[in-house]
């Protein structure tokens, strides 16, 4: 085996002077290597899916006869989420629905 795996790190150990300076100051460690792979706790004011609040909800905008109102945008949206739950392709099967949806509505 080469020595080059064999190689380690040991921490040494802190010297006194700075172990009583950390304390006097109220020193603590900050993040480290191990931080980032924590899980964050999910805020409570978000829903499941993200934010759905009424002020955050995409602005409809009806031009033409044919455009999509902001009810059957919703009646699309409930059909997407069913889709998905029912199916659980992911995206891949959000996508081939709203190809779908466009082609019935003739666009």
Known sequence: ???RNQVSYVRPAEPAFLSRFKRQVGYREGPTV????EQLPLADSDSENGSDNEDEQPQVVTL????????EAMKIKQ???EAL???????????????????????
Request: no cysteine; glycine share 10%.
């Open 1 to 3: 085996m080469s020595k």
């Open 34 to 37: 191990e931080t980032k792979r």
């Open 64 to 71: 033409k006869k044919g455009d999509l109102t902001a009810e």
């Open 79 to 81: 059909q997407i989420k």
């Open 85 to 107: 739950k029912s199916s659980g392709q992911g995206e891949f099967q959000t996508t081939n629905f709203l190809l779908h949806i466009a082609k019935a509505r003739g666009s």
